[in-house]
């Protein structure tokens, strides 16, 4: 190992300054009690900022539509989770060893992906998909001066914006919004996304701090919701008069924004699970309902997991049982790639599991380890078409002053590469989303040819028109056609609809219909027209947008 020189660790990152960890933990579960409740958008509602109304409209927002047939699914791993001890670097195996003698696995505990890494035995279930081609790794993951709160950290990876006064959206959130721009005016009876389990995480929250997606804060919530209509018991509610009231109007609230549990009730109920998924893994328990709902046809496009449990400061081999997580992790993904594999549903479900940071290098006093930087991140499914690591492997010998790894990958290029190449979202409009261009990773065995994203059926098409643009988000169509009822329909790419130039009769000749996109987002989105006069059909793509 280096001899680097290391810096002190910033308050509350590991335990020799105990009230400020204490602080920061608590500071991470301020929001509890509304994950408790499981409320959508619960940020908003508690600070006033929107009336009770808008609760009810806001989570009913516009999916993407029958052609966003590709789903993602993120798996949380709460805590911080020790790459090192997942990955083991069997190219610097002495250095490892020398700075965790007591959690560092031995060889005897490992199994080989390849000749440099190696993940423990408890995490065996993984390895039919790393031989199988349905697994890679991204390594080093991270951002420059990584944030080691769990709190501020946990914000940034999930908005995507290592700004902390600028993180209060999420990514997801952003694509879906700039694909469905009208998506509050036009909702639609199937949650954009669904999350399980966890804190209330801002990957879904708006530009208005509008949770997208349904929320259900455990399983047992869920599996109430699916076998009965209704999340929660508005009956046995506390003893407390103002107390009791005020927790049955939350519930009632709650009961009724899930209410588009119909079309997830519909799902569950038109699929079954076809894989084992063991008992007491509270992951695989939350993914065994992601794949009923997948495979019973919700068009939902989003879904997130958590599992607890990654803070791993004390006894990390034992009390902190850092192998019994990876086992769960394991196992758990595993049924899942099976029972979606089953249900001929694999090839369209990109799985990946993320964390707020990494952990230190070196093991600390309690046999455990500290909070650190750069991770490694999971990507499960058979669209990845092979298995193999990618980015910079993490180097021992060049720690950053405070003992830290480097980051090789910056977190927002791997988003970048999932949302232009999963998502099939144009490039232009990535970066919109990101708010800046970062690099695309190299292939990661996933792409945009195999799936077609939006398929429209065309007449055989003898309408002659064009598509103009007139600069600063003016659009006309120019059409020659003979008289008679016209009409002119505008989707995005994933088949929303945003806009109707053209609905009525029009005369004989030549017609130029104006229209504008200026409302739009984003500059340049890929869009779909279809134009329809007397029994013909045409249709075209465009870049659209405010410009």
Same mark, same amino acid.
């Given at each position: 190992?280096?001899?680097?020189?290391?810096?002190?660790?910033?308050?509350?990152?590991?335990?020799?300054?105990?009230?400020?960890?204490?602080?920061?933990?608590?500071?991470?579960?301020?929001?509890?009690?509304?994950?408790?409740?499981?409320?959508?958008?619960?940020?908003?509602?508690?600070?006033?900022?929107?009336?009770?109304?808008?609760?009810?409209?806001? +989570?009913?927002?516009?999916?993407?539509?029958?052609?966003?047939? =590709?789903?993602?699914?993120?798996?949380?791993?709460?805590?911080?989770?020790?790459?090192?001890?997942?990955?083991?670097?069997?190219?610097?195996?002495?250095?490892?060893?020398?700075?965790? +003698?007591?959690?560092?696995?031995?060889?005897?505990?490992?199994?080989?992906?390849?000749?440099?890494?190696?993940?423990?035995?408890?995490?065996?279930?993984?390895?039919?998909?790393?031989?199988?081609?349905?697994?890679?790794?991204?390594?080093?993951?991270?951002? +420059?001066?990584?944030?080691?709160?769990?709190?501020?950290?946990?914000?940034?990876?999930?908005?995507?914006?290592?700004?902390?006064?600028?993180?209060?959206?999420?990514?997801?959130?952003?694509?879906?919004?700039?694909? @469905?721009?009208?998506?509050?005016?036009? +909702?639609?009876?199937?949650?954009?996304?669904?999350?399980?389990?966890?804190?209330?995480?801002?990957?879904?929250?708006?530009?208005?701090?509008?949770?997208?997606?349904?929320?259900?804060? @455990?399983?047992?919530?869920?599996?109430?919701?699916?076998?009965?209509?209704?999340?929660?018991?508005?009956?046995?509610?506390?003893?407390?008069?103002?107390?009791?009231?005020?927790?049955?109007?939350?519930?009632?609230?709650?009961?009724?924004?899930?209410?588009?549990?119909?079309?997830?009730?519909?799902?569950? @109920?038109?699929?079954?699970?076809?894989?084992?998924?063991?008992?007491?893994?509270?992951?695989?328990?939350?993914?065994?309902?992601?794949?009923?709902?997948?495979?019973?046809?919700?068009?939902?496009?989003?879904?997130?997991?958590?599992?607890?449990?990654?803070?791993?400061?004390?006894?990390?081999?034992?009390?902190?049982?850092?192998?019994?997580?990876?086992?769960?992790?394991?196992?758990?993904?595993?049924?899942?790639?099976?029972?979606?594999?089953?249900?001929?549903?694999?090839?369209?479900?990109?799985?990946?599991?993320?964390?707020?940071?990494?952990?230190?290098?070196?093991?600390?006093?309690?046999?455990?380890?500290?909070?650190?930087?750069?991770?490694?991140?999971?990507?499960?499914?058979?669209?990845?078409?092979?298995?193999?690591?990618?980015?910079?492997?993490?180097?021992?010998?060049?720690?950053?002053?405070?003992?830290?790894?480097?980051?090789?990958?910056?977190?927002?290029?791997?988003?970048?590469?999932?949302?232009?190449?999963?998502?099939?979202?144009?490039?232009?409009?990535?970066?919109?989303?990101?708010?800046?261009?970062?690099?695309?990773?190299?292939?990661?065995?996933?792409?945009?040819?195999?799936?077609?994203?939006?398929?429209?059926?065309?007449?055989?098409?003898?309408?002659?028109?064009?598509?103009?643009?007139?600069?600063?988000?003016?659009?006309?169509?120019?059409?020659?056609?003979?008289?008679?009822?016209?009409?002119?329909?505008?989707?995005?790419?994933?088949?929303?609809?945003?806009?109707?130039?053209?609905?009525?009769?029009?005369?004989?000749?030549?017609?130029?219909?104006?229209?504008?996109?200026?409302?739009?987002?984003?500059? =340049?989105?890929?869009?779909?027209?279809?134009?329809?006069?007397?029994?013909?059909?045409?249709?075209?793509?465009?870049?659209?947008?405010?410009?």
């Amino acid at each position: 190992m280096s001899s680097n020189k290391k810096q002190p660790n910033r308050p509350g990152t590991d335990l020799s300054d105990r009230s400020a960890h204490r602080a920061d933990h608590q500071t991470w579960s301020r929001r509890g009690f509304m994950k408790m409740l499981g409320l959508a958008g619960a940020s908003s509602v508690a600070s006033g900022m929107l009336p009770v109304a808008s609760l009810f409209a806001a +989570p009913l927002t516009a999916a993407l539509g029958e052609g966003g047939e =590709r789903k993602l699914v993120l798996i949380r791993l709460k805590g911080g989770n020790d790459g090192l001890n997942t990955f083991v670097p069997l190219y610097q195996y002495g250095d490892y060893a020398a700075v965790r +003698p007591t959690l560092g696995h031995s060889t005897n505990d490992l199994l080989n992906l390849n000749e440099n890494f190696a993940v423990p035995t408890a995490m065996q279930s993984v390895q039919p998909l790393w031989t199988g081609g349905k697994m890679r790794v991204v390594n080093s993951v991270g951002y +420059p001066d990584h944030n080691l709160s769990h709190f501020t950290s946990s914000d940034i990876m999930a908005s995507g914006s290592a700004d902390t006064a600028d993180n209060s959206d999420g990514w997801l959130a952003r694509y879906f919004v700039s694909q @469905n721009p009208d998506y509050i005016q036009n +909702p639609c009876p199937f949650p954009p996304a669904v999350k399980i389990g966890g804190p209330t995480s801002v990957v879904f929250n708006d530009s208005n701090s509008i949770d997208i997606s349904a929320n259900y804060s @455990n399983v047992e919530q869920l599996t109430t919701l699916l076998e009965t209509g209704s999340a929660f018991d508005n009956v046995n509610a506390p003893d407390d008069c103002y107390h009791g009231e005020q927790v049955v109007f939350l519930r009632t609230v709650a009961n009724a924004a899930s209410l588009y549990g119909t079309a997830v009730f519909d799902a569950y @109920n038109s699929s079954e699970t076809q894989a084992d998924y063991g008992t007491g893994n509270n992951l695989a328990e939350q993914l065994k309902l992601v794949a009923r709902l997948i495979k019973g046809g919700l068009e939902t496009q989003f879904y997130l997991v958590t599992l607890d449990g990654f803070d791993t400061h004390v006894s990390q081999n034992g009390g902190g049982n850092h192998l019994g997580l990876l086992e769960q992790v394991s196992t758990a993904v595993a049924a899942f790639n099976e029972d979606l594999a089953a249900g001929d549903r694999e090839q369209y479900v990109l799985s990946m599991t993320y964390s707020e940071f990494g952990r230190r290098v070196e093991e600390n006093g309690f046999s455990g380890t500290d909070h650190g930087t750069a991770m490694p991140v999971m990507l499960f499914g058979s669209a990845l078409a092979g298995s193999d690591f990618h980015g910079t492997a993490p180097d021992l010998n060049a720690l950053d002053e405070t003992g830290n790894l480097q980051f090789g990958t910056d977190f927002r290029s791997l988003y970048a590469t999932v949302l232009q190449d999963w998502l099939c979202l144009d490039a232009a409009a990535v970066d919109e989303v990101l708010g800046e261009s970062y690099p695309r990773l190299d292939d990661l065995g996933f792409s945009c040819n195999t799936v077609p994203v939006f398929d429209i059926p065309v007449a055989p098409v003898r309408l002659q028109h064009r598509m103009v643009s007139r600069g600063g988000g003016q659009y006309k169509i120019i059409l020659d056609l003979p008289g008679g009822h016209l009409k002119i329909e505008l989707f995005t790419i994933g088949g929303m609809r945003i806009g109707t130039p053209a609905d009525g009769h029009f005369l004989g000749g030549r017609q130029e219909i104006d229209f504008s996109l200026s409302h739009l987002p984003v500059a =340049r989105i890929p869009l779909v027209y279809t134009v329809q006069h007397k029994g013909q059909r045409a249709s075209g793509k465009f870049f659209g947008g405010r410009e």
